[in-house]
């Protein structure tokens, strides 16, 4: 059950916008739209900032926005802000066998 | 509140045996799927186990077939994971999660287990 590919690393100043990507297959991400993104803080659970592709769940701010295109997903950050620094996972449905598939991880940098 | 409380992480030695708890409390843990999720030290997010809410249909990743049992007990709100055979590499901190649609919309604070001889 191989992971998804995120990027190791982003980083931004504060009021930028990152991009992590999420890369899949047709058999996870590219089949269908249940990709969700969790944002962890060190020795914190995760949390989850975007549900089936572009859902923000009520408290989740507006500069978090998802997309998907193929065998592949981002999550977009708008206006860095300095609480943002941390840890970010992409999570995919991958059908009635694997279920579901973690990415590898992404670190967000603030500068 | 929604909580999801783990409990029963521990030290334990190659092929011994551990179980987990879950305690849920703040909705109506009957209606809803749970998983399994753990997270190794300094490592990402791996999802182990699944359990529908009626315990009639189970899923388990290939780490983990025929060594961990997942189950709940709807009566008492409690979600559980028998871990037997444990190895080295199952080390990590478990989190017990709770599903809406096709994600984890809750997640426990984490019990961690550490299987070292």
């Known amino acids: 059950q191989s992971a998804l590919t995120q990027p190791r690393s982003v980083s931004g100043s504060p009021g930028q916008s990152v991009t992590i990507s999420c890369t899949g297959t047709?058999?996870?991400?590219?089949?269908?739209?249940?990709v969700s993104w969790y944002q962890q803080h060190p020795g914190q659970a995760p949390k989850l900032i975007i549900s089936?592709?572009?859902k923000r769940p009520s408290g989740v701010p507006d500069r978090f926005s998802g997309s998907k295109f193929g065998n592949a997903a981002s999550l977009t950050i708008s206006g860095l802000q300095a609480e943002d620094e941390g840890d970010y996972f992409c999570c995919s449905y991958a059908g009635s066998d694997r279920l579901y598939v973690f990415g590898t991880g992404t670190i967000v940098t603030v500068l | 509140e929604v909580q999801l409380v783990e409990s029963g992480g521990d030290l334990v030695q190659p092929g011994g045996s551990l179980r987990l708890s879950c305690a849920a409390s703040?909705?109506?843990?009957?209606?809803?799927?749970m998983h399994w999720v753990r997270q190794a030290p300094g490592k990402g997010l791996e999802w182990i186990a699944y359990i529908y809410i009626t315990g009639t249909v189970i899923h388990y990743a290939d780490a983990v077939k025929g060594r961990f049992t997942i189950s709940r007990d709807n009566a008492k709100n409690s979600l559980y994971l028998q871990m037997n055979s444990l190895r080295v590499e199952d080390t990590a901190v478990y989190y017990c999660?709770?599903?809406?649609?096709?994600?984890?919309?809750?997640w426990g604070q984490g019990t961690l287990v550490t299987v070292s001889s």
């Open positions: 047709s058999s996870d991400v590219g089949g269908y739209n249940y």
């Open positions: 089936e592709v572009n």
């Open positions: 703040g909705f109506t843990f009957s209606t809803y799927k």
């Open positions: 999660v709770r599903e809406t649609v096709c994600d984890f919309d809750f």
